[in-house]
């Protein structure tokens, strides 16, 4: 047991440098102007960042646990472009559904996206949910495929993988800047009183993400 904790500990902190560094820049771009275009306070977005936050540990939990179960068959298919990206297209394409949706949801003469606005956009838990686990099953950082390969081959256990996979993500996925980022997005274009500023901001966030996406879609295709 004292040894199990001792790895629990040592891979949160690890996931903890891994959550504040340069993964981070994979996924904050994403929910920050997801957020500054539908947040209409602090707490909306402090919801929407932990939500994301928590689909992540969940894929994080789910990849441990399948890595303890099957071993490094796991490791070798993540580690394999392709199955990575379709998974990476996936939420890239999402992405981008929802910058564009966040852009012409609320027109009138739009009546097809007016009905995925309601269902995506205005319903930030559906969205950021999938959003977090899409971008969470596919590992980004080599620290995580280490963690994957220690449970391969170190543990072949179902459960003591999906705790190893818990704890990494608790520091790598929940613990990290998106907690202060979620709030501050939803609070920011709250700032300015006047309505035009505000559609003129919600606008702006939906274009910031389709070239994010468009810029994820460039970088996985070279």
């Not at 899409?134 to 980004?140: C, E, F, H």
Request: glycine share 12%; hydrophobic share 55%.
């Amino acid at each position: 047991m004292e040894a199990l904790l001792s790895t629990m500990g040592a891979l949160f902190f690890t996931g903890l440098a891994v959550g504040i560094g340069p993964c981070m820049l994979h996924v904050g771009p994403a929910v920050a102007f997801y957020i500054t275009g539908t947040a209409l306070d602090w707490k909306a977005g402090l919801k929407a960042a932990l939500v994301f936050s928590l689909a992540r540990l969940s894929a994080h939990l789910l990849l441990g646990a399948l890595a303890g179960g099957i071993g490094m068959r796991v490791v070798i298919y993540l580690e394999r472009e392709i199955a990575v990206g379709w998974v990476q297209l996936g939420a890239t394409i999402f992405i981008l559904f929802l910058g564009t949706l966040i852009i012409f949801g609320h027109n009138p003469r739009f009546r097809l996206c007016q009905h995925f606005n309601r269902h995506t956009v205005q319903n930030s838990t559906l969205s950021m949910a999938m959003l977090g686990f899409l971008l969470g099953i596919v590992p980004y950082c080599f620290p995580f495929l280490g963690v994957l390969t220690y449970i391969a081959f170190e543990l072949r256990d179902i459960f003591l993988g999906a705790i190893c996979g818990f704890a990494f993500g608790l520091g790598a996925s929940l613990i990290t800047p998106l907690l202060i980022i979620g709030p501050a997005a939803g609070i920011f274009p709250r700032l300015f009183k006047s309505p035009l500023v505000l559609e003129i901001m919600r606008r702006a966030s939906g274009g910031i993400l389709i070239l994010f996406g468009i810029t994820r879609l460039f970088m996985a295709m070279t």
